[in-house]
């Protein structure tokens, strides 16, 4: 007797159902996709019961006649494809043939379809996949497709899906995607007889943004774009600074369709880089578009995941994108001063003509042993009293509280943070150092002995050729003991000894670390090697630190992103006081 058997149609339809409709969410995906492939310019989705109960979703498409309304139903049916190359050039949302027969077989469905040449439309209903009726009906040129008892053939399914307000968190997340990537077309979503949204459609993406999120936080939205090799990136990301109040996540799509894809979410996330600090989220929505050829959308069921020929490329271009929309971004929030070869500045003098310039300084030398280094254009003591520090308006006030620096300038007041300040100022000299591979090396006289716990040891064993790119030479010495031999130049006048020894301490700590293992010692090292806050600084400290931050290329945020200063204009301190 034959142990293998066909199985009947009706186990073969639920099977398939299970791969594409995994929850109401689904099934408004699919059937959101049908009408956008129809040439859809308005869509409607109304929701009872968080989908189980359940979804219609009409549109003013092209519609379709009485027997493509039967074929439709059919499994690997399609209008989108003809032959095999057509699958290599991919241009619409469905194309599969498996999302309709699927829904129908587990629901209770109704479909009614015109096209513009027909004089009455086609009204289809399938129950639990067997067809029940078709008939004449009037109605408008379009589709409306009406769901109803999703898995009542199928308990356990149904028995799996989630609390309801989960389910309807996914539906309205797949609608908001969908209107994302197609803001020229109109969405109205309902869920219970409650209107969620009503996006009319708009010209632009920016504009659909300030539908959805509100006007300011589309007004603080910035554009980002990239291309090369037949690749374009695009879209619009949020400034980490500003994301601990908005918190959208980042929308990825490829040629409009939505996707989920690691790779792409972690170009976006080593886009933004050491700026995401604690608990903030990148928030965006970036597009993709790349020939058919180059990506594979076929590789899900669902088609929720793609796979790129040269994926590399992709990835290259989005950080590419990011990277340099946040640094426009960051410098456009202030125009910070442009360093020239000049005198270090003392505080609060006036000088000439213009009050704000920063004069000559007759202070005696830096306290502080960072600040004994030159990161100038010219050596310090090349520097004569005559020339002025910078040629745009600003002046420094004092330190408050320890803590901050008071800076006035022509747009506002700036309070800066100074550990935060000096923690930038290290972090860019050790990177820049290390990128240009011109990391100058300082042979101990007498090396520096580690005995750590076994756990430590071997996490210290796996990090040495990390510690040696940057600089440090660590040797083993014995079971769990190792030798500190080299140290890098430019942490000369600190307690270099203590600050390794912390870095290797805390290498086991939990928590966000960036991509590159470097990154995450270079940026522990500056934060340790930083003036810490509550630490006086003399006027000629105070004017050397503002130099070095205002020449860092990124000044707004120290290397774990959180911010180095904040601005008062003197419009919004007027309005505080009631001047205007």
Same mark, same amino acid.
Not at 130 to 141: R, Y
Not at 379 to 384: C, D
Not at 429 to 441: A, G, I, S, T, V
């Given at each position: 007797m034959s142990r293998i058997r066909l199985l009947p149609e009706a186990v073969v339809n639920k099977i398939a159902a299970g791969e594409v409709v995994e929850r109401p969410a689904s099934v408004v995906k699919e059937l959101v996709e049908n009408s956008l492939d129809s040439g859809a310019k308005s869509i409607r989705v109304m929701v009872r019961g968080s989908g189980r109960r359940e979804i219609r979703v009409e549109d003013d498409g092209c519609g379709m006649e009485r027997d493509d309304l039967l074929l439709a139903f059919e499994r690997h049916s399609t209008s989108k494809l003809r032959d095999f190359p057509d699958l290599e050039e991919i241009s619409t949302?469905?194309?599969?043939? =498996?999302?309709?027969? *699927?829904? #129908?077989?587990?629901?209770?469905?109704?479909?009614?379809?015109?096209? &513009?040449? *027909?004089p009455a439309a086609a009204r289809l209903h399938i129950f639990g996949g067997?067809?029940?009726? !078709?008939?004449?009906?009037? &109605?408008?040129?379009g589709t409306v497709v009406e769901v109803k008892r999703l898995f009542f053939n199928t308990p356990a399914r149904r028995k799996f899906l989630k609390t309801d307000r989960t389910e309807m968190a996914h539906i309205t997340a797949r609608v908001i995607d969908h209107g994302l990537a197609n803001p020229e077309v109109a969405f109205y979503y309902e869920r219970d007889n409650e209107v969620i949204l009503d996006l009319p459609a708009c010209s632009s993406l920016k504009e659909r943004l300030g539908d959805l999120w509100g006007g300011e936080?589309?007004?603080? !939205?910035v554009q980002l774009e990239a291309s090369g090799d037949g690749v374009s990136v695009s879209g619009f990301i949020m400034p980490p600074d500003l994301s601990l109040t908005v918190r959208k996540g980042v929308s990825l799509f490829i040629n409009r369709r939505p996707v989920q894809d690691r790779m792409l979410f972690g170009a976006v996330m080593e886009g933004c880089g050491p700026l995401l600090a604690g608990r903030r989220y990148a928030t965006g929505v970036i597009f993709v578009e790349i020939s058919g050829r180059a990506v594979d959308v076929n590789i899900h069921p669902a088609k929720r995941e793609v796979k790129f020929s040269n994926p590399p490329l992709i990835r290259g271009l989005v950080v590419r994108a990011v990277r340099e929309a946040l640094k426009i971004a960051s410098s456009a929030r202030i125009a910070y001063p442009i360093r020239a070869s000049g005198p270090v500045g003392g505080v609060g003098e006036s000088g000439g003509m213009d009050p704000y310039l920063t004069p000559p300084a007759a202070e005696s030398a830096p306290v502080f042993p960072h600040f004994s280094q030159d990161y100038s254009s010219s050596?310090?003591? =090349?520097?004569?009293e005559s020339e002025p520090l910078f040629p745009s308006p600003y002046r420094i006030l004092g330190q408050a509280a320890k803590r901050y620096l008071l800076v006035e300038s022509s747009d506002g007041l700036l309070i800066i943070d100074q550990h935060a300040a000096h923690e930038r100022i290290i972090y =860019?000299?050790?990177?820049?150092?290390?990128?240009?591979?011109?990391?100058? !090396?300082?042979?101990?006289? &007498? /090396?520096?002995n580690l005995d750590l716990d076994p756990r430590d040891a071997a996490l210290l064993l796996e990090k040495i050729p990390i510690f040696r790119e940057i600089g440090i030479e660590i040797e083993p010495f014995g079971d769990d003991s190792f030798i500190i031999t080299a140290l /890098? #130049?430019? !942490?000369?006048?600190w307690n270099r000894e203590e600050l390794v020894l912390k870095v290797i301490d805390g290498l086991a700590d939990e928590g966000k670390k960036p991509d590159d293992p470097r990154e995450e010692i270079i940026i522990r090292m500056s934060c340790l090697? &930083?003036?810490?806050?509550?630490? *006086?600084?003399?006027?000629?400290?105070?004017a050397r630190l503002v130099e070095e931050l205002f020449a860092c290329e990124d000044p707004d945020h120290c290397p774990h992103g959180r911010p180095t200063m904040i601005v008062d204009s003197w419009g919004e301190l007027e309005k505080r006081f009631g001047r205007r």
């Open positions: 949302l469905g194309f599969r043939g =498996e999302a309709l027969p *699927s829904i #129908a077989g587990v629901s209770d469905l109704l479909m009614t379809s015109r096209t &513009a040449d *027909s067997t067809i029940k009726d !078709l008939t004449e009906v009037g &109605a408008p040129v936080t589309a007004g603080s !939205l050596p310090v003591a =090349e520097k004569t =860019e000299r050790f990177r820049r150092d290390l990128l240009n591979e011109k990391m100058e !090396l300082q042979t101990l006289l &007498a /090396p520096i /890098p #130049a430019i !942490l000369s006048g090697a &930083a003036v810490k806050a509550r630490a *006086s600084l003399a006027p000629v400290e105070l």
